[in-house]
Protein backbone atom coordinates (compact mmCIF):
# COMPACT_ATOMS: atom_id res chain seq x y z
CA UNK A 1 0.00 0.00 0.00
CA UNK A 2 1.30 3.45 -0.85
CA UNK A 3 2.08 5.73 1.46
CA UNK A 4 2.15 9.67 1.10
CA UNK A 5 3.26 12.82 2.52
CA UNK A 6 1.54 16.25 2.12
CA UNK A 7 3.00 19.65 2.12
CA UNK A 8 1.09 23.04 1.82
CA UNK A 9 2.49 26.45 0.78
CA UNK A 10 0.55 28.77 2.62
CA UNK A 11 1.74 32.11 0.71
CA UNK A 12 0.67 35.21 0.78
CA UNK A 13 -1.44 35.47 -2.87
CA UNK A 14 -2.13 31.51 -2.89
CA UNK A 15 -2.53 28.14 -1.08
CA UNK A 16 -0.75 24.81 -2.91
CA UNK A 17 -0.67 21.81 -1.72
CA UNK A 18 1.52 18.54 -2.55
CA UNK A 19 1.10 15.02 -2.05
CA UNK A 20 4.16 13.11 -2.41
CA UNK A 21 4.50 9.46 -2.71
CA UNK A 22 6.89 8.58 0.37
CA UNK A 23 9.34 6.33 -1.12
CA UNK A 24 10.09 7.65 -4.73
CA UNK A 25 9.64 11.46 -4.37
CA UNK A 26 6.63 11.29 -6.86
CA UNK A 27 4.42 14.03 -6.89
CA UNK A 28 0.90 12.37 -7.01
CA UNK A 29 -1.68 14.81 -6.48
CA UNK A 30 -1.52 19.05 -6.30
CA UNK A 31 -3.82 21.39 -5.65
CA UNK A 32 -3.95 25.74 -5.47
CA UNK A 33 -6.51 28.17 -4.01
CA UNK A 34 -6.40 31.88 -4.11
CA UNK A 35 -6.13 34.06 -0.86
CA UNK A 36 -7.65 37.85 -1.22
CA UNK A 37 -5.36 40.40 -2.80
CA UNK A 38 -3.55 43.02 -0.38
CA UNK A 39 -2.69 46.50 -1.34
CA UNK A 40 0.33 47.31 0.39
CA UNK A 41 1.46 49.64 2.46
CA UNK A 42 -1.70 48.58 4.06
CA UNK A 43 -1.38 44.34 3.72
CA UNK A 44 -3.85 42.34 5.60
CA UNK A 45 -6.21 39.55 5.11
CA UNK A 46 -8.34 36.93 7.42
CA UNK A 47 -6.62 34.38 8.86
CA UNK A 48 -10.07 32.63 8.15
CA UNK A 49 -9.70 32.78 4.30
CA UNK A 50 -6.60 30.73 4.09
CA UNK A 51 -8.24 28.27 6.34
CA UNK A 52 -10.95 27.98 3.48
CA UNK A 53 -8.00 28.30 0.72
CA UNK A 54 -6.40 25.07 2.58
CA UNK A 55 -9.35 23.09 2.79
CA UNK A 56 -10.40 23.36 -1.15
CA UNK A 57 -7.36 22.37 -1.70
CA UNK A 58 -7.27 18.89 0.17
CA UNK A 59 -10.97 18.87 -1.33
CA UNK A 60 -9.52 18.52 -4.69
CA UNK A 61 -6.82 15.86 -3.43
CA UNK A 62 -9.56 14.27 -1.26
CA UNK A 63 -9.12 10.47 -3.36
CA UNK A 64 -5.49 10.87 -1.90
CA UNK A 65 -5.95 12.00 1.44
CA UNK A 66 -6.82 8.37 3.04
CA UNK A 67 -3.13 7.23 2.21
CA UNK A 68 -1.24 10.60 3.91
CA UNK A 69 0.60 9.55 7.09
CA UNK A 70 2.05 13.48 7.96
CA UNK A 71 1.93 16.87 6.45
CA UNK A 72 3.61 20.08 7.25
CA UNK A 73 2.63 23.58 6.41
CA UNK A 74 4.95 26.59 5.07
CA UNK A 75 3.32 29.64 5.75
CA UNK A 76 4.35 33.28 4.98
CA UNK A 77 6.76 34.98 7.59
CA UNK A 78 6.60 37.66 10.21
CA UNK A 79 2.49 38.08 9.95
CA UNK A 80 0.88 38.73 12.64
CA UNK A 81 -2.02 36.92 14.07
CA UNK A 82 -4.34 37.85 17.10
CA UNK A 83 -6.40 35.18 18.86
CA UNK A 84 -9.05 35.26 21.38
CA UNK A 85 -9.72 33.61 24.06
CA UNK A 86 -12.02 30.81 21.68
CA UNK A 87 -9.04 30.84 19.50
CA UNK A 88 -10.94 33.16 17.05
CA UNK A 89 -9.46 36.27 15.15
CA UNK A 90 -9.25 39.47 16.79
CA UNK A 91 -8.92 41.38 13.66
CA UNK A 92 -7.30 40.28 10.06
CA UNK A 93 -4.33 39.32 10.16
CA UNK A 94 -1.26 42.37 9.37
CA UNK A 95 1.07 40.12 6.65
CA UNK A 96 4.54 40.87 6.12
CA UNK A 97 4.31 43.29 3.45
CA UNK A 98 2.52 45.33 5.77
CA UNK A 99 4.82 48.17 6.20
CA UNK A 100 2.15 50.52 8.58
CA UNK A 101 4.90 50.36 11.25
CA UNK A 102 7.18 51.76 9.77
CA UNK A 103 7.34 54.98 12.26
CA UNK A 104 7.39 52.03 15.32
CA UNK A 105 10.23 50.42 13.76
CA UNK A 106 12.01 53.12 13.45
CA UNK A 107 11.49 54.27 17.08
CA UNK A 108 12.34 50.78 18.59
CA UNK A 109 15.64 50.22 16.71
CA UNK A 110 16.12 53.82 18.15
CA UNK A 111 15.36 53.29 21.05
CA UNK A 112 17.90 50.12 22.19
CA UNK A 113 20.08 50.39 19.30
CA UNK A 114 20.45 48.21 16.23
CA UNK A 115 23.42 46.50 17.92
CA UNK A 116 21.23 45.49 20.93
CA UNK A 117 17.91 44.32 18.55
CA UNK A 118 20.77 42.30 16.25
CA UNK A 119 22.11 40.80 19.58
CA UNK A 120 19.29 40.30 21.00
CA UNK A 121 16.97 38.48 18.56
CA UNK A 122 19.67 37.97 15.50
CA UNK A 123 17.92 40.67 13.51
CA UNK A 124 17.32 44.57 13.14
CA UNK A 125 13.45 44.71 13.44
CA UNK A 126 11.71 46.70 9.79
CA UNK A 127 8.05 46.62 9.18
CA UNK A 128 7.91 43.16 8.16
CA UNK A 129 8.72 41.84 11.66
CA UNK A 130 6.13 40.81 14.03
CA UNK A 131 7.42 42.91 17.13
CA UNK A 132 7.16 46.37 15.13
CA UNK A 133 3.26 45.13 14.21
CA UNK A 134 2.63 44.33 17.70
CA UNK A 135 3.60 48.05 18.57
CA UNK A 136 1.21 49.52 15.70
CA UNK A 137 -1.63 47.55 17.38
CA UNK A 138 -0.91 49.09 21.06
CA UNK A 139 -0.72 52.38 19.86
CA UNK A 140 -3.10 52.50 17.11
CA UNK A 141 -5.67 49.60 18.42
CA UNK A 142 -5.09 49.01 21.98
CA UNK A 143 -8.40 47.57 22.92
CA UNK A 144 -8.52 45.55 20.11
CA UNK A 145 -4.98 44.40 21.38
CA UNK A 146 -6.55 43.92 24.93
CA UNK A 147 -8.72 41.31 23.74
CA UNK A 148 -6.01 38.99 22.26
CA UNK A 149 -4.61 36.30 24.30
CA UNK A 150 -2.75 34.51 21.79
CA UNK A 151 -0.36 35.99 19.34
CA UNK A 152 1.19 34.06 16.59
CA UNK A 153 2.16 33.77 12.89
CA UNK A 154 0.39 32.50 9.55
CA UNK A 155 1.47 28.98 9.92
CA UNK A 156 0.78 28.89 13.63
CA UNK A 157 -3.09 29.52 13.08
CA UNK A 158 -2.92 26.77 10.78
CA UNK A 159 -1.20 24.28 13.03
CA UNK A 160 -3.56 25.12 15.89
CA UNK A 161 -6.83 24.92 13.28
CA UNK A 162 -5.10 21.21 12.48
CA UNK A 163 -3.84 20.05 15.75
CA UNK A 164 -5.37 21.74 18.34
CA UNK A 165 -2.11 22.85 19.81
CA UNK A 166 -0.68 25.96 19.55
CA UNK A 167 3.08 25.08 18.07
CA UNK A 168 5.52 26.85 16.00
CA UNK A 169 8.94 26.03 14.98
CA UNK A 170 12.17 28.05 15.67
CA UNK A 171 12.25 29.18 11.55
CA UNK A 172 9.03 31.25 11.99
CA UNK A 173 9.84 32.01 15.10
CA UNK A 174 13.25 33.81 14.36
CA UNK A 175 10.86 36.25 11.93
CA UNK A 176 9.27 37.48 14.89
CA UNK A 177 11.45 40.16 16.34
CA UNK A 178 11.17 38.65 20.01
CA UNK A 179 12.59 34.87 19.47
CA UNK A 180 16.37 34.11 19.19
CA UNK A 181 17.81 32.00 17.08
CA UNK A 182 21.48 32.07 18.89
CA UNK A 183 19.79 31.02 22.58
CA UNK A 184 16.48 29.50 21.20
CA UNK A 185 14.01 31.65 24.20
CA UNK A 186 11.42 34.38 23.75
CA UNK A 187 13.49 37.57 24.53
CA UNK A 188 10.57 39.15 27.09
CA UNK A 189 12.15 42.48 26.84
CA UNK A 190 11.42 42.70 23.01
CA UNK A 191 8.05 41.42 23.47
CA UNK A 192 7.31 44.65 26.32
CA UNK A 193 9.42 47.31 23.99
CA UNK A 194 6.48 46.50 21.76
CA UNK A 195 3.74 47.30 24.69
CA UNK A 196 2.44 43.56 24.96
CA UNK A 197 3.65 41.17 27.78
CA UNK A 198 4.26 37.42 27.88
CA UNK A 199 1.28 37.38 30.49
CA UNK A 200 -1.04 38.17 28.71
CA UNK A 201 -0.13 37.34 25.43
CA UNK A 202 0.16 33.24 24.61
CA UNK A 203 3.29 32.34 22.72
CA UNK A 204 3.47 29.47 21.15
CA UNK A 205 5.73 26.72 22.17
CA UNK A 206 8.74 26.32 19.81
CA UNK A 207 8.74 22.56 18.67
CA UNK A 208 12.33 21.14 17.82
CA UNK A 209 12.88 20.33 13.96
CA UNK A 210 11.03 17.43 13.29
CA UNK A 211 9.20 16.03 16.00
CA UNK A 212 5.46 15.62 15.85
CA UNK A 213 3.63 18.70 17.12
CA UNK A 214 0.25 16.50 17.39
CA UNK A 215 -2.33 14.43 14.91
CA UNK A 216 -5.35 15.76 12.74
CA UNK A 217 -8.19 16.61 15.14
CA UNK A 218 -10.35 18.67 12.75
CA UNK A 219 -12.91 17.12 12.59
CA UNK A 220 -13.73 18.74 8.97
CA UNK A 221 -10.32 17.18 8.07
CA UNK A 222 -11.07 13.57 9.09
CA UNK A 223 -14.83 14.40 6.36
CA UNK A 224 -12.19 14.67 4.02
CA UNK A 225 -10.41 11.77 4.04
CA UNK A 226 -7.25 12.13 6.36
CA UNK A 227 -6.84 9.63 9.04
CA UNK A 228 -7.01 11.36 12.94
CA UNK A 229 -3.58 9.28 13.53
CA UNK A 230 -1.79 11.69 10.46
CA UNK A 231 1.07 13.37 12.39
CA UNK A 232 1.66 16.86 11.83
CA UNK A 233 5.23 18.08 11.77
CA UNK A 234 5.98 21.88 12.83
CA UNK A 235 5.94 23.34 9.38
CA UNK A 236 7.82 26.53 9.14
CA UNK A 237 8.32 29.77 7.12
CA UNK A 238 8.12 29.85 3.52
CA UNK A 239 12.19 30.53 2.80
CA UNK A 240 12.85 27.47 5.56
CA UNK A 241 10.49 25.26 3.54
CA UNK A 242 12.16 26.43 0.18
CA UNK A 243 15.50 25.11 1.58
CA UNK A 244 14.21 21.47 2.49
CA UNK A 245 12.32 21.55 -0.81
CA UNK A 246 15.96 22.55 -2.57
CA UNK A 247 17.73 19.77 -0.61
CA UNK A 248 20.45 23.02 0.65
CA UNK A 249 23.62 22.42 2.64
CA UNK A 250 25.67 24.80 4.11
CA UNK A 251 27.53 27.13 1.72
CA UNK A 252 24.76 26.75 -1.14
CA UNK A 253 22.74 30.31 -2.11
CA UNK A 254 19.06 30.67 -3.16
CA UNK A 255 17.80 34.04 -4.90
CA UNK A 256 14.31 33.06 -4.78
CA UNK A 257 11.94 36.00 -7.52
CA UNK A 258 8.59 36.05 -6.43
CA UNK A 259 6.58 39.29 -5.82
CA UNK A 260 9.39 40.21 -3.64
CA UNK A 261 12.89 38.23 -3.72
CA UNK A 262 14.64 36.64 -0.96
CA UNK A 263 18.51 35.99 -0.93
CA UNK A 264 19.37 33.22 1.65
CA UNK A 265 21.81 30.50 2.65
CA UNK A 266 22.36 27.62 5.00
CA UNK A 267 24.65 28.28 8.05
CA UNK A 268 26.38 26.45 10.36
CA UNK A 269 26.39 29.61 12.72
CA UNK A 270 24.29 32.48 13.68
CA UNK A 271 24.28 35.91 12.21
CA UNK A 272 23.58 39.13 13.80
CA UNK A 273 23.75 42.44 11.68
CA UNK A 274 23.76 45.32 13.09
CA UNK A 275 23.90 47.18 9.49
CA UNK A 276 20.03 45.68 9.52
CA UNK A 277 21.21 44.39 5.66
CA UNK A 278 21.07 40.52 6.95
CA UNK A 279 18.19 38.97 8.51
CA UNK A 280 19.36 36.44 11.45
CA UNK A 281 17.03 33.96 10.89
CA UNK A 282 17.02 30.47 11.93
CA UNK A 283 16.11 27.62 9.89
CA UNK A 284 13.90 24.00 9.90
CA UNK A 285 16.63 21.51 11.12
CA UNK A 286 18.81 23.39 13.75
CA UNK A 287 20.85 25.30 11.52
CA UNK A 288 20.40 28.81 10.37
CA UNK A 289 19.40 31.06 7.50
CA UNK A 290 20.76 34.33 7.36
CA UNK A 291 18.58 35.98 4.91
CA UNK A 292 17.82 39.80 2.67
CA UNK A 293 14.45 40.31 1.29
CA UNK A 294 13.45 42.76 -0.85
CA UNK A 295 9.93 44.05 -1.34
CA UNK A 296 10.33 44.57 -5.04
CA UNK A 297 11.29 41.70 -7.40
CA UNK A 298 8.48 40.13 -10.10
CA UNK A 299 6.20 42.66 -9.51
CA UNK A 300 8.53 45.48 -11.43
CA UNK A 301 9.48 43.33 -14.43
CA UNK A 302 5.53 42.95 -14.62
CA UNK A 303 5.06 46.60 -14.11
CA UNK A 304 7.58 47.48 -17.25
CA UNK A 305 6.11 44.25 -19.34
CA UNK A 306 2.44 46.04 -18.85
CA UNK A 307 4.19 49.38 -19.63
CA UNK A 308 5.97 47.97 -22.88
CA UNK A 309 2.73 46.42 -23.73
CA UNK A 310 4.03 43.06 -24.59
CA UNK A 311 3.37 39.35 -23.44
CA UNK A 312 5.90 37.37 -21.45
CA UNK A 313 8.17 35.72 -24.27
CA UNK A 314 8.52 39.16 -26.21
CA UNK A 315 9.22 40.70 -23.05
CA UNK A 316 12.56 37.94 -22.89
CA UNK A 317 13.12 38.71 -26.00
CA UNK A 318 13.40 42.32 -25.85
CA UNK A 319 15.17 42.34 -22.70
CA UNK A 320 17.99 39.74 -24.43
CA UNK A 321 18.05 41.79 -27.48
CA UNK A 322 19.93 44.69 -25.86
CA UNK A 323 23.05 44.48 -24.75
CA UNK A 324 24.31 44.00 -20.72
CA UNK A 325 24.20 47.33 -19.14
CA UNK A 326 21.13 48.28 -21.58
CA UNK A 327 22.99 51.17 -23.09
CA UNK A 328 23.67 53.24 -19.93
CA UNK A 329 19.74 52.94 -18.46
CA UNK A 330 19.61 51.95 -14.81
CA UNK A 331 16.30 51.12 -12.92
CA UNK A 332 16.50 51.59 -9.27
CA UNK A 333 13.18 48.71 -8.65
CA UNK A 334 12.08 50.61 -5.10
CA UNK A 335 8.38 50.66 -6.53
CA UNK A 336 6.44 50.20 -3.27
CA UNK A 337 9.22 51.51 -1.18
CA UNK A 338 11.96 48.94 0.16
CA UNK A 339 12.97 46.71 2.99
CA UNK A 340 16.48 46.13 2.31
CA UNK A 341 17.88 48.95 2.42
CA UNK A 342 15.09 50.12 4.78
CA UNK A 343 13.28 52.49 2.91
CA UNK A 344 9.04 52.06 2.98
CA UNK A 345 8.53 55.81 1.44
CA UNK A 346 11.25 55.48 -1.78
CA UNK A 347 9.94 55.06 -5.02
CA UNK A 348 11.48 53.94 -8.28
CA UNK A 349 13.96 55.73 -10.43
CA UNK A 350 14.78 55.11 -14.45
CA UNK A 351 18.19 56.87 -14.89
CA UNK A 352 20.32 57.37 -17.98
CA UNK A 353 17.73 57.91 -20.51
CA UNK A 354 19.10 59.32 -23.69
CA UNK A 355 17.14 60.18 -27.53
CA UNK A 356 18.53 57.32 -28.39
CA UNK A 357 17.31 54.55 -25.55
CA UNK A 358 15.14 52.14 -27.35
CA UNK A 359 12.29 49.63 -25.73
CA UNK A 360 14.63 46.99 -25.08
CA UNK A 361 16.81 49.24 -22.46
CA UNK A 362 14.21 49.59 -20.89
CA UNK A 363 13.16 45.70 -20.85
CA UNK A 364 17.11 44.72 -19.73
CA UNK A 365 16.95 47.78 -17.24
CA UNK A 366 14.17 46.24 -15.57
CA UNK A 367 15.58 42.78 -15.32
CA UNK A 368 19.49 44.19 -14.11
CA UNK A 369 17.79 46.34 -11.84
CA UNK A 370 16.24 43.45 -9.84
CA UNK A 371 19.09 41.31 -10.26
CA UNK A 372 21.81 43.64 -8.98
CA UNK A 373 19.69 44.83 -5.68
CA UNK A 374 19.44 41.10 -4.97
CA UNK A 375 22.93 40.32 -5.95
CA UNK A 376 23.74 42.79 -3.59
CA UNK A 377 22.08 41.01 -1.29
CA UNK A 378 24.08 37.53 -1.74
CA UNK A 379 27.45 39.92 -0.80
CA UNK A 380 25.49 41.25 2.68
CA UNK A 381 25.16 37.60 2.95
CA UNK A 382 29.29 37.28 2.83
CA UNK A 383 30.07 40.59 4.52
CA UNK A 384 28.00 39.19 7.59
CA UNK A 385 30.28 36.23 7.80
CA UNK A 386 28.17 33.79 5.70
CA UNK A 387 29.75 31.07 3.44
CA UNK A 388 28.08 31.10 -0.33
CA UNK A 389 30.58 29.50 -2.36
CA UNK A 390 28.64 26.13 -2.73
CA UNK A 391 25.58 26.08 -5.81
CA UNK A 392 23.83 29.32 -6.74
CA UNK A 393 19.83 28.22 -7.11
CA UNK A 394 17.45 30.68 -8.85
CA UNK A 395 13.50 29.25 -7.70
CA UNK A 396 10.16 31.52 -7.67
CA UNK A 397 8.13 32.52 -10.72
CA UNK A 398 10.45 34.45 -12.03
CA UNK A 399 13.12 31.52 -12.43
CA UNK A 400 11.17 31.03 -15.38
CA UNK A 401 11.96 33.71 -17.49
CA UNK A 402 14.91 33.21 -19.53
CA UNK A 403 16.07 37.42 -19.56
CA UNK A 404 16.38 36.64 -15.41
CA UNK A 405 18.45 33.17 -15.71
CA UNK A 406 20.51 34.70 -18.41
CA UNK A 407 20.55 38.23 -16.11
CA UNK A 408 21.88 36.33 -12.98
CA UNK A 409 24.20 34.30 -14.48
CA UNK A 410 26.14 36.90 -16.31
CA UNK A 411 26.58 39.64 -13.53
CA UNK A 412 27.05 37.17 -10.82
CA UNK A 413 29.82 35.65 -12.67
CA UNK A 414 28.21 31.76 -11.29
CA UNK A 415 26.31 28.88 -13.01
CA UNK A 416 23.25 29.03 -12.13
CA UNK A 417 20.71 26.18 -10.87
CA UNK A 418 16.92 26.19 -11.67
CA UNK A 419 15.54 23.57 -10.16
CA UNK A 420 13.61 20.95 -11.99
CA UNK A 421 10.16 21.50 -9.22
CA UNK A 422 9.05 24.76 -8.84
CA UNK A 423 7.22 24.35 -5.91
CA UNK A 424 10.04 24.05 -3.54
CA UNK A 425 8.02 26.22 -0.65
CA UNK A 426 5.16 22.96 -0.47
CA UNK A 427 8.03 20.42 -1.05
CA UNK A 428 10.10 21.54 1.51
CA UNK A 429 7.17 21.09 4.07
CA UNK A 430 6.54 17.41 2.92
CA UNK A 431 10.00 16.76 3.25
CA UNK A 432 9.53 17.72 6.90
CA UNK A 433 6.76 15.44 7.10
CA UNK A 434 8.66 12.71 5.86
CA UNK A 435 11.35 13.22 8.41
CA UNK A 436 9.03 13.53 11.27
CA UNK A 437 7.36 10.58 10.08
CA UNK A 438 10.32 8.35 9.22
CA UNK A 439 13.08 9.47 11.70
CA UNK A 440 15.34 10.15 8.65
CA UNK A 441 17.59 13.42 8.10
CA UNK A 442 16.76 15.32 5.51
CA UNK A 443 19.54 15.21 3.31
CA UNK A 444 18.40 11.10 3.01
CA UNK A 445 14.92 12.13 1.57
CA UNK A 446 16.46 15.22 -0.67
CA UNK A 447 18.97 12.05 -2.15
CA UNK A 448 15.71 9.51 -2.45
CA UNK A 449 13.44 12.61 -3.63
CA UNK A 450 16.50 13.69 -6.43
CA UNK A 451 15.18 17.50 -5.02
CA UNK A 452 18.48 19.23 -5.62
CA UNK A 453 18.41 17.82 -9.94
CA UNK A 454 18.12 21.19 -12.12
CA UNK A 455 18.92 23.14 -15.44
CA UNK A 456 21.97 24.59 -15.11
CA UNK A 457 22.55 28.13 -16.71
CA UNK A 458 26.31 29.75 -17.38
CA UNK A 459 27.70 33.11 -17.94
CA UNK A 460 27.26 33.56 -21.24
CA UNK A 461 29.56 36.50 -21.46
CA UNK A 462 27.38 38.51 -22.74
CA UNK A 463 28.15 41.73 -24.97
CA UNK A 464 27.73 45.05 -23.37
CA UNK A 465 28.83 47.07 -20.35
CA UNK A 466 30.93 44.22 -17.76
CA UNK A 467 29.39 43.02 -15.21
CA UNK A 468 31.02 44.78 -12.22
CA UNK A 469 30.20 48.49 -14.27
CA UNK A 470 26.94 47.74 -14.60
CA UNK A 471 26.64 46.93 -10.85
CA UNK A 472 28.43 49.89 -9.16
CA UNK A 473 26.15 52.04 -11.84
CA UNK A 474 23.40 50.74 -10.44
CA UNK A 475 24.19 51.30 -6.78
CA UNK A 476 25.44 54.85 -7.30
CA UNK A 477 21.50 55.39 -8.83
CA UNK A 478 20.03 53.29 -5.72
CA UNK A 479 22.00 55.34 -3.33
CA UNK A 480 21.02 58.96 -4.97
Same mark, same amino acid.
Given at each position: ?S????GV ?10 VI ?9 H???G?P??T????E ?6 WTA #? ?8 EH??F?? &???IS?Q??GM? !? ?10 A? !??N???S???S????E???AT??A????SIP ?7 KL?WMA?N????? /??A????L???F?N ?9 D???A?G??Y ?7 YV ?5 R?G??L???E !? ?5 P?E ?10 V? #???S???I????S????G? &?L ?17 T ?8 T?DA?G?VA???? &???NFL?L??TL????V??S????LNVDY?E?D???L ?5 A ?6 P???G??T????DAT?S??G????V????I????F???A??L #? ?12 A ?7 G??SR???F?EV? /?S ?6 T????DE??A?G??V?A ?5 G????V?SD?W???A?T ?8 GQS /? ?5 RYR?A?A?
Open positions: MRYVLDSSTGSTKVEDLESGKLVGASAHPTPPVSQHPDAW #LTACLGEVALPVD &AMAGQHV !LLDGNDHPVRPK !LWDTTAAQQTMVEVGTWEQVGGPSFTVTAQEPEIL /AQQKIGPHDLLQLTGNWVTRGDSTGWSPASEVAEAIEAGSEKL !LPRVAQFSIGTITNAALE #LGLPTAVAPGGDNMA &AGLGLIPGDVVVSLGTSGAYAVSNVPNRLGFAD &ATGPVCNATKTEIRKLDFELAAAPQGNGVTLVYFDERPNLPGLVLRTSERSDARAAEGVCG #LDGVDALVDSGVVDGRFFLIGGSQARF /ALSGRDIIPINTVRAAQACALTDVPSIRNLSGVIQPSGAE /ADDVRSLAS
